[in-house]
């Protein structure tokens, strides 16, 4: 899980990567770009309609990129910390506390991206990006589930230590 977590985490923030650059040269440099942001992303319409609105939705594209990379940054270091042994820590209780917190506003920021996109539908440019909000906010609820559960066994754990 280590290694895939590696994986997907280089993956993401190559993806990131590449929409700044990407963005950055249809804003500044060629608006063609617009036509072909990221695998296949097109934004030409919004972009010929309004420039304004094309960034809003460039910047909800690139920090839900972004959140998501930083999420799996932090499981790699639940990973590193993660002693099978003694699997109760503070510093695990933390992380994964932190992760739940992450995917929590990662499907807050996706919900209002969503919504936004349904409003500039109504105002004649179609959006076609899947935001991934509900699965963010069930993934939160699990995790933070999950984060009083390592709470609890960091509790149970440091009581034991101190029994003779």
Same mark, same amino acid.
């Given at each position: 899980m280590n290694i895939v977590s590696w994986i997907v985490f280089i993956g993401l923030c190559i993806q990131t990567g590449a929409l700044l650059i990407t963005s950055f040269i249809s804003l500044f440099v060629n608006p *063609?770009?617009?036509?072909?942001? !990221? @695998?296949g992303l097109d934004l030409s319409e919004l972009y010929t309609k309004d420039k304004r609105q094309y960034l809003y939705i460039l910047s909800f594209i690139i920090g839900l990129s972004a959140? +998501?990379?930083y999420l799996f940054y932090l499981v790699i270091r639940v990973f590193k910390k993660l002693n099978l042994n003694h699997p109760f820590s503070p510093t695990v209780v933390s992380l994964i506390t932190k992760i739940s917190h992450i995917a929590l506003g990662t499907g807050i920021v996706g919900? /209002?991206? *969503?919504? !936004?996109s349904t409003w &500039? @539908?109504?105002r004649g440019v179609a959006v076609e990006q899947d935001w991934g909000s509900a699965g963010f906010l069930f993934l939160a609820g699990i #995790? =933070? #589930? /999950?984060? &009083?559960? =390592? +709470?609890?066994?960091? *509790? #149970?754990q440091s009581e034991n230590e101190l029994t003779i």
């Open positions: *063609e770009a617009a036509q072909n942001l !990221y @695998l959140l +998501k990379a919900l /209002i991206a *969503e919504n !936004y &500039l @539908l109504h #995790i =933070f #589930i /999950i984060a &009083l559960v =390592f +709470k609890r066994g960091t *509790e #149970i």
